[in-house]
């Protein structure tokens, strides 16, 4: 049941955040099995919750709820916000029991869980359902952490290249695999890259010709100011794309002129100090896109240098590699993570892999991090 509800909550990917992602399944419990009442999800953000949705189908089709099950991929919110209490809802339908896959760790929603006891409720938490868990995983990183999630994307050779040595990288992946990158830029609050990428490929990072659930900001990691004023990125705010390009504070005085034209431009500007070795801190930035500029998720397209500076710093939650039929057998060709040597494969970081998909001949593989 668990697992059934984590599927229907990922209907609402794109469409909740800064809200989880939530499902919930409404069943009769018999010796046989059980009998499905209802399912629903969170479908937008203000709109019904997932277990009050739940609740309005068994109202719709004529179904009294009462004596039975409630399965929910999240602890059920115990305040007053765009909607009632999920808690006092399923009190008030006078379900029997409730069971949820993760605790709701927002400070302000809290307490579901004892409300329902205090009522009479059977209450269980369970961590049977991995997909459960994965449903509402970066909601609780972004409120456990203050980061949003991130989601590494690149396309690479058999032999794990992204680029030649000369440097050319389209196209590695194939048409289907690329359409599917959009289908995802269409779903998160961020597209990050560095200025090495907009420098080399003057790239647009929107969505086009899929359905737009969200308009991801793009952000670009230039912490010597170094930005083109006539890259397609710029010349696409006045279209209402979003830009963030995030510098060192040396740049304000550096190159004030080309700061002073970008914010003329609309795009937003952000500087970070550097760390005591005068690197850019990339976790100050995706701290800042989250309290500042609302971000929950984030996807990350760039390069070695920026990949390998986040994976340093424990930054990646997901990586998204598409792995295309073709092989390069050049050992100057890109890696597509940079960072510092790793003398033994005990050292290296391991990621969990969570999915597989084959578009043609490319194959999708979907990992996420197993701290």
């Not at 916000?81 to 339908?93: V, Y």
């Not at 961020?190 to 899929?210: N, Q």
Request: proline share 6%; net charge neutral.
């Amino acid at each position: 049941m668990l697992d059934l509800a984590a599927r229907v909550a990922m209907r609402g990917v794109g469409a909740v955040e800064p809200n989880p992602t939530v499902g919930c399944v409404i069943g009769r419990e018999h010796a046989g099995g059980v009998e499905i009442l209802a399912i629903g999800h969170h479908g937008r953000f203000g709109g019904l919750h997932a277990e009050a949705e739940a609740l309005r189908v068994c109202s719709e089709r004529g179904i009294d709820p009462a004596g039975a099950t409630a399965w929910v991929t999240l602890e059920p919110c115990n305040h007053q916000g765009k909607q009632p209490p999920c808690a006092r809802a399923l009190i008030d339908a006078r379900i029997k029991r409730v069971v949820y896959a993760s605790p709701d760790p927002n400070p302000v929603a809290i307490g579901g869980a004892d409300a329902l006891r205090e009522a009479g409720v059977t209450v269980g938490e369970s961590d049977e359902s991995d997909a459960a868990m994965r449903s509402s995983a970066p909601f609780r990183y972004r409120i456990e952490t203050g980061l949003p999630w991130v989601v590494a994307k690149w396309a690479q050779t058999i032999d794990g290249f992204v680029a030649t040595s000369a440097g050319d990288s389209k196209w590695i992946s194939n048409l289907f695999s690329r359409r599917s990158v959009h289908r995802l830029r269409a779903k998160v609050d961020a597209i990050v890259t560095g200025i090495g990428t907009v420098l080399a490929d003057d790239p647009l990072m929107t969505a086009r010709d899929v359905p737009l659930r969200r308009l991801a900001r793009r952000v670009v990691v230039d912490p010597k100011g170094r930005l083109p004023l006539d890259c397609q990125m710029v010349r696409s705010v006045t279209g209402g794309a979003p830009l963030t390009v995030a510098v060192s504070p040396s740049v304000l005085e550096r190159n004030a002129d080309w700061y002073r034209t970008l914010l003329e431009r609309g795009v937003d500007m952000v500087a970070f100090e550097p760390d005591a070795e005068g690197r850019f801190v990339i976790a100050d930035l995706l701290r800042w896109l989250a309290r500042e500029r609302q971000v929950s998720t984030a996807m990350v397209e760039s390069g070695p240098k920026l990949l390998g500076a986040m994976h340093e710093e424990g930054l990646l939650n997901q990586l998204l590699v598409f792995i295309a039929p073709t092989l390069l057998g050049d050992p100057a060709a890109q890696s597509p993570v940079g960072g510092s040597p790793i003398a033994s494969i005990a050292g290296a970081a391991r990621y969990r892999l969570d999915h597989m998909k084959r578009f043609g001949d490319d194959v999708r593989l979907l990992y996420r991090a197993t701290d």
